[in-house]
């Protein structure tokens, strides 16, 4: 099912017009509302009349998450706090947090993003989906909240931290659809293990999962474990939060809700568009947002944009896999590593829990990568030299995909963190010393 | 006639300080008796093997305590406490092309008591019937 055939599936220059017109009006907009875009538009030598369709969107000034700590908290509003509905702040463990500002418009296209989302899941008014982002400051909890009631279905607001007690509700409410983490979903799976409580017995259908980049392999191992199709629902605060773009039933990328909040892949060096279907830094401009309406914001996620028509008859461009952070992307011995690589190497292997850390340090003057993992409970041996093995077939394979040697250690089980956040799967002590 | 095979509990373990200590308080909170182990190291992990009188009691212990906990079967031979016993047993089932992953020994008074992990345990029990040794098996 498509839950705005009329947006979703408007053929690709009927959206230019309105994505060209949106544009138009944005640029006007800001130049006018946020000093923060007409001081950088001036010191540009740039006028709103020089938009006049989206192409011209690369004229335009960035953003990026310093400019929003910079301006902190409300300097890059565009309007007044008597019109502003509500407020999210990022946690601020980075440095200072960012504020994001939503009128009563965002808040319904925000209700209307995640009702694509959720609809394209193959999720209807009949299902009860339960939410197990937090609910508070980060956008996810409230922002899938808003939009499954505006969509019809019944919400369960479970929020995160007791992970038994969201186990009973999935079983004793008949939930359907569940919209958490991807490492989270993973975590429930090993939860209702351990209350022995049988997956195909509930009644989960599907699972809308965002917040952190995950892998085909993570997908495969979250639909087994969980019986339930699982959709990944792309997501950032700064933009809306969770439901800038979202997978439809063929699973293959994440349909940009383009008519909203504007793509382009970048090189992260240049910050020239890349040829299209090639990788780069993704960057969004929001085009209908009257709040805190944001130009060219730099995500810092490294992905691609897939332009071939989709079999589900949306039009909407699809997002590729994340394939890493610019700024998370790790670069040891001077090569690039991207944790998701790790992830597929370790997803792949049964030997191997889905969990994983990362801990880079320098030695002297060489880089070091360490990669702990959690054998599976039934690979463990009494014998030293099957250990030995099952930890160099890791650390052959993660030779072969990552061009560099990584130093693996096996851990006792449970020993590395599951959290129902992002999980922190690197630690760089290079930068402490 | 008793059960030849051994019920022996291996457990997995990083190398950290007190480690051992977590596994030995938790047998004694259960009343677990540890009749031999011994421990093959590296530099990051360690496997300790464990013989006890009550594995299914120390393996659920174990396990809910969130050790990796394996069990596998070996055999415990029971021969003269003086040189040259052992020599003459391994040459035999070396020659019969039955090898030793790993042993452990403990001797008290006139006997020795030797666990090991034959590559083959049903030829091995074969064989060491056959050169008349005895087995020693204390679990319940």
């Given at each position: 099912m498509i839950w705005n055939e009329n947006k979703e599936c408007m053929s690709r220059d009927e959206r230019r017009e309105l994505q060209s017109s949106r544009l138009r009006k944005l640029v006007d907009y800001v130049y006018h509302n946020t000093p923060f875009y007409r001081n950088k538009m001036q010191a540009m030598n740039l006028l709103p009349s020089d938009i006049k369709d989206i192409d011209d969107i690369v004229k335009l000034p960035f953003t990026t998450k310093q400019d929003l700590r910079d301006t902190y908290p409300y300097g890059m509003f565009a309007a007044p706090i008597r019109d502003i509905v509500r407020l999210h702040a990022s946690t601020g463990t980075t440095g200072k947090p960012t504020v994001v500002g939503y009128t009563r418009q965002d808040l319904a296209v925000w209700q209307e993003a995640i009702a694509r989302v959720i609809t394209a899941a193959g999720g209807a008014r009949q299902d009860i989906i339960s939410v197990g982002y937090g609910y508070g400051l980060f956008t996810g909890g409230l922002g899938f909240h808003y939009g499954v009631e505006h969509m019809g279905a019944t919400v369960i607001p479970t929020s995160t931290g007791n992970s038994e007690k969201h186990v009973r509700l999935l079983r004793d409410f008949g939930i359907t659809g569940l919209a958490v983490t991807p490492s989270y979903a993973l975590y429930l799976s090993e939860v209702m293990d351990k209350m022995g409580i049988?997956?195909?017995?509930?009644q989960l259908r599907f699972a809308n999962l965002g917040g952190e980049p995950w892998s085909p392999q993570m997908r495969k191992d979250i639909e087994q474990k969980l019986h339930l199709k699982a959709y990944n629902c792309y997501g950032l605060s700064e933009i809306v939060g969770p439901g800038v773009a979202y997978e439809c039933e063929e699973q293959n990328g994440s349909h940009f809700n383009e008519d909203h909040f504007y793509p382009e892949i970048l090189c992260p060096d240049t910050l020239q568009p890349v040829p299209a279907g090639d990788t780069g830094e993704l960057v969004i401009t929001t085009l209908t947002k009257t709040g805190m309406p944001l130009l060219r914001y730099r995500t810092k996620d490294i992905t691609s944009l897939d332009y071939a028509p989709c079999p589900c008859g949306r039009t909407n461009v699809r997002l590729n896999a994340i394939l890493g952070r610019s700024d998370d992307m790790l670069i040891i011995r001077g090569i690039n590593v991207y944790p998701s690589q790790v992830e597929s190497v370790i997803l792949d292997m049964p030997e191997f829990e889905p969990h994983y850390l990362l801990i880079v340090d320098r030695v002297g003057i060489l880089d070091s990568l360490e990669v702990q993992v959690e054998v599976r409970s039934e690979y463990y041996s009494d014998e030293l030299s099957t250990i030995l093995a099952l930890k160099k077939k890791l650390s052959d394979r993660l030779k072969s995909v990552l061009s560099i040697k990584a130093a693996v250690k096996l851990v006792e089980p449970n020993s590395i963190e599951r959290t129902a956040g992002k999980s922190k799967r690197v630690i760089d002590k290079r930068e402490l010393k | 006639m008793t059960n030849l095979k051994i019920q022996q509990i291996s457990i997995f373990l990083e190398n950290i300080e007190g480690r051992i200590n977590d596994v030995t308080a938790t047998l004694a909170k259960n009343q677990i008796n540890m009749l031999a182990f011994s421990m093959a190291e590296t530099a990051e992990f360690a496997i300790l093997r464990l013989i006890v009188d009550d594995v299914e009691g120390a393996r659920k212990a174990l396990a809910d305590a969130g050790f990796a906990v394996t069990l596998s079967e070996v055999l415990c031979i029971q021969c003269a406490n003086h040189a040259g016993t052992l020599a003459k047993i391994i040459a035999y089932l070396s020659e019969n092309k039955v090898y030793i992953k790993y042993m452990y020994a403990f001797s008290q008074g006139e006997l020795a008591n030797v666990v090991i992990k034959p590559s083959d345990r049903s030829r091995c029990i074969e064989l060491l019937q056959k050169m008349d040794c005895s087995f020693l098996n204390l679990q319940k």
């Open positions: 049988d997956p195909a017995s509930l | -």
